[in-house]
Every structure is written in structure tokens, then in C-alpha cells.
């Protein structure tokens, strides 16, 4: 039961599993969002149907992998002694699920190692968008594919054509902080998106639909899942430390070390150091 499975198997699992957590997330989407709690700030919340996905998600990988690890956005870590970790966002973009917008996600990405995007390896991912039925998957050495046909990642031709999506962090401090390199990028790309879901985000670099998305803050299963996806249809993918905290960008290989180069610079001139 706890055998290694290729890429290929663990993709196949997950999917399954983010099917099954996205149509319930849809049906208490259309039954009517409540607010369980909240975290970091007061519009950081969790809703009822992030913690009932997040249980349903987490059972159905103990019954298939009892003896892989666990990290999720809402129920923490579990320890596994198969060396592979399970790292899960239930409804990722949950205000957008809140206010009934399409642009949230499920996603779930499989790693081998501690669940630590700077030092473990990933395997497979899958993010599904239950508003539209999107299914977006990736596996190490196997491509990316979006509702089973490949994507690959734009080739956009300089900075200056390059379309950069982002997110803003939940404190309001953050928030400062992020749209003061925005401030600075904005007149050297071709303009910025910002859709609420990391994860979906990711994947939308993977299909070419942006050609770079960058964000400081975000967490291991914001982008889990999404990153697979993203690197299995070519885009590098980079993090850092800024200010004491990770930056991230999936990007486009022909603008990556330019637009790299040039967040940098925004966030010393911005945090310092």
C-alpha cells in the first residue's frame, strides 16, 4: 500500500482525490459560504467547506497512502514513514469562493521530502477549478496538461511584453509592501493580473494565459500543486528570501532572470538590505 508509485500514479491519485474535494466545494458553494473563522487578519477566512474539504481530501489519502505524510492548509502536518508528503490547499482563494467568484481552486501537490519548497522534490500535482470543471495536472517527466491536452508556457519576446500575475497577503502591512514593488514593476512589464489563487495563478503560467506570476509571502500549499503544473510545461520556477520571508515567481525561461533581477532590486529598494 505505501510502494512508491510513479509520477504518472501519484497524478492519477490526486486527481481523483481533487475531483471528489472540488464537487464538494461546489455543492457548499451553491448551498451558501459561511465564515468559520479567521486567521491572520479579519479578511483572512476560513469557511466552513475549506475545513469539510480539507477532512474529506486528508481521509482519502490516508485510505490510499497511510504511510505518506500530510500537510494541509487547514488540519496542519501528519508525519508518514514512505519519505513522500501530501501538500494540500482545499479551497484555494477562498475569499474569491466567498464573494461566488469562479477563480478559486483545489489543489493538491505531491513531494518526496519534508514540506519545505526549498528542499524537496517534486512528484505530481493537480489543481481543479470546480466552477469551470478545469483540470489541470502535472507529473514529473510527464508534461502538464489542462482537461488532458498539453500546455506549455508562453514565449513572450522582452520585459517589456511580459504579462506578471500576482497577489496581495492578507495583513495590511504586506500588502504595503507589495504594492510598492508593484509600483515599480508595472512600467516595465507589459501589464499585471491579480486573481486571488496562487494556485491557480501557477497553473495559468503553465498554459500560457500569463507569461510570469510572482508573490512574497505565499505558503507551501498555495503553490504545491500549481508549481508541477508550471514546471512540467516549461517555466522555471525561483524563490528567495525578501525581507524575511519567501518570494516566489514561475516564469517564462526567456524573461525569468530579467524579471528576477528586477523584483530584487524593487524589494531592496522597498525592505531594505
Not at 503560467?205 to 512540467?232: K, S
Amino acid at each position: 500500500m505505501s510502494d512508491a508509485l510513479t509520477p504518472v500514479q501519484f497524478a492519477d491519485l490526486a486527481e481523483s482525490i481533487a475531483r471528489e474535494g472540488a464537487a464538494l466545494a461546489a455543492r457548499r458553494r451553491a448551498e451558501g459560504v459561511e465564515v468559520a473563522d479567521r486567521k491572520s487578519s479579519n479578511v483572512d477566512v476560513v469557511t466552513a467547506a475549506d475545513r469539510e474539504v480539507e477532512a474529506l481530501i486528508r481521509r482519502r489519502i490516508a485510505e490510499a497512502r497511510p504511510d505518506d505524510g500530510f500537510h494541509g492548509e487547514e488540519s496542519g502536518s501528519g508525519t508518514g514513514s514512505s519519505g513522500f508528503t501530501w501538500v494540500v490547499d482545499p479551497i484555494d482563494g477562498t475569499v474569491n469562493y466567498l464573494y461566488g467568484s469562479d477563480a478559486y481552486g483545489v489543489s493538491i501537490g505531491v513531494v518526496r521530502g519534508e514540506p519545505d519548497p526549498t528542499t524537496w522534490e517534486p512528484v505530481a500535482g493537480v489543481v481543479v477549478q470546480p466552477a469551470t470543471g478545469a483540470v489541470f495536472r502535472g507529473a514529473v517527466g510527464a508534461g502538464a496538461t489542462r482537461d488532458g491536452v498539453p500546455i506549455r508556457v508562453a514565449t513572450p519576446a522582452s520585459l517589456a511584453e511580459t504579462l506578471v500575475a500576482t497577489g496581495f497577503g492578507y495583513t495590511a502591512d504586506r500588502r504595503r509592501e507589495q504594492v510598492a514593488v508593484l509600483a515599480g514593476l508595472v512600467g516595465d512589464v507589459r501589464d499585471v493580473r491579480r486573481g486571488g489563487a496562487a494556485s491557480l495563478d501557477c497553473c495559468a503560467v503553465g498554459a500560457g494565459t500569463v507569461d510570469a506570476y510572482y508573490e512574497r509571502g505565499i505558503n507551501p500549499w498555495d503553490m504545491a500543486g500549481g508549481a508541477v503544473v508550471a514546471a512540467e510545461a516549461g517555466a522555471t520556477v525561483r524563490i528567495w528570501e525578501a525581507g524575511g520571508t519567501r518570494s516566489f515567481l514561475f516564469a517564462a525561461p526567456a524573461v525569468a532572470d530579467g524579471l528576477e533581477a528586477l523584483v530584487r532590486r524593487l524589494e531592496r529598494e522597498v525592505l531594505g538590505g
